[in-house]
T-cell receptor, first 112, second 118 residues
Framework: DQQVKQNSPSLSVQEGRISILNCDYTNSMFDYFLWYKKYPAEGPTFLISISSIKDKNEDGRFTVFLNKSAKHLSLHIVPSQPGDSAVYFCAATISGNTPLVFGKGTRLSVIA | GAVVSQHPSRVICKSGTSVKIECRSLDFQATTMFWYRQFPKKSLMLMATSNEGSKATYEQGVEKDKFLINHASLTLSTLTVTSAHPEDSSFYIC??????????????FGDGTRLSIL
């Protein structure tokens, strides 16, 4: 049973537009959520996180929204840049120090 | 920002060889380190969780005698793949985490080790 789901395996967006990556989870015990960016043959790079006590966290071009009632979070990237092209993983954990549960990732392609 | 160093980045060796992978947190003390494995076109799968000074906790289906984990200090954890076989070929990634009184902190990942067993 997949506790963290990213239902879109890929997404293409034009440069300058908004990219919206979605993630759903099933375990109501999760209270800390993270987004990572990954290039091939490299480890994931942390992008942004959000605690369950918040519904929005913003860092530069990246904003994460959390809807606890829907068990849904999303990552917004605006404006999108070609360098943003990568695989984005959504992850969730309980109290931050337990193992991360990852989604399967969404491959974002930003077209110039 | 926080940096986790993983070494080596790539290993190619013969079947039956044991391979050691190191994971170091360079600028923070990691209370917990995690080891993941990634198969092609799949997400990261947790193999084990290690806390400094205690035995690692392995996920179901991961052989603890085959994947030896040592977490001797707050900045170093090692994964040894013993008597590696071609089916052990994979991309292994470590992450390090710490917990502050201010709340949870993101895990930071090493760059991974591509292990190829011939």
């Amino acid at each position: 049973d997949q506790q963290v789901k990213q239902n879109s395996p890929s997404l293409s967006v034009q440069e300058g537009r908004i990219s919206i990556l979605n993630c759903d989870y099933t375990n109501s015990m999760f209270d800390y959520f993270l987004w990572y960016k990954k290039y091939p043959a490299e480890g994931p790079t942390f992008l942004i996180s959000i605690s369950s006590i918040k519904d929005k966290n913003e860092d530069g071009r990246f904003t994460v929204f959390l809807n606890k009632s829907a068990k849904h979070l999303s990552l917004h990237i605006v404006p999108s840049q070609p360098g943003d092209s990568a695989v984005y993983f959504c992850a969730a954990t309980i109290s931050g120090n337990t193992p991360l549960v990852f989604g399967k990732g969404t491959r974002l392609s930003v077209i110039a | 920002g926080a940096v986790v160093s993983q070494h080596p980045s790539r290993v190619i060796c013969k079947s039956g060889t044991s391979v050691k992978i190191e994971c170091r947190s360079l600028d923070f003390q990691a209370t917990t380190m995690f080891w993941y494995r990634q198969f092609p076109k799949k997400s990261l799968m947790l193999m084990a969780t290690s806390n400094e000074g205690s035995k690692a906790t392995y996920e179901q289906g991961v052989e603890k005698d085959k994947f030896l984990i040592n977490h001797a200090s707050l900045t170093l954890s090692t994964l040894t793949v013993t008597s590696a076989h071609p089916e052990d070929s994979s991309f292994y990634i470590c992450s390090a985490a710490t917990q502050l009184r201010t709340g949870p902190q993101p895990q930071h990942f090493g760059d991974g080790t591509r292990l190829s067993i011939l």
